[in-house]
């Protein structure tokens, strides 16, 4: 079993910058593939970028292409995401999980607003 915890969010003006962290417990963290994801109000959940295990391949959602940046420490069980150039459009409850997600990963997420 894995349990997350997504952290690092809050207000910021258009054009700044926040770095979400994702604390992951449980044994074999190291070997999944790891997502950020995020739904804004009134839509549905959506990928925002993705890492992968073992080669620690990097994917992102076109939106946020060129601005946010994935990354994770296996030794610390931790996920990060640098998200720069925010975009009033960018406000929304971002929340880590494996990839492919599983329904019984998902946690209370981290809430970012983005102010114009």
């Known amino acids: 079993q894995v349990q997350l915890v997504e952290s690092g969010g809050g207000l910021v003006q258009a054009g700044g910058s926040l770095r979400l962290s994702c604390a992951a417990s449980?044994?074999?963290?190291?070997?999944?593939?790891m997502g950020w994801y995020r739904q804004a109000p009134g839509k549905e959940r959506e990928f925002v970028a993705t890492?992968?295990?073992?080669?620690?391949?990097?994917r992102y959602a076109e939106s946020v292409k060129g601005r946010f940046t994935i990354s994770r420490n296996n030794a610390q069980n931790t996920v990060y995401l640098q998200m720069n150039s925010l975009k009033p459009e960018d406000t929304a409850i971002y929340y880590c999980?494996?990839?492919?997600?599983?329904?019984?990963?998902w946690g209370q997420g981290t809430q970012v607003t983005v102010s114009s």
């Open positions: 999980n494996t990839d492919p997600s599983r329904d019984d990963y």
């Open positions: 449980g044994r074999a963290f190291s070997r999944f593939s």
């Open positions: 890492i992968s295990w073992p080669a620690w391949i990097t």
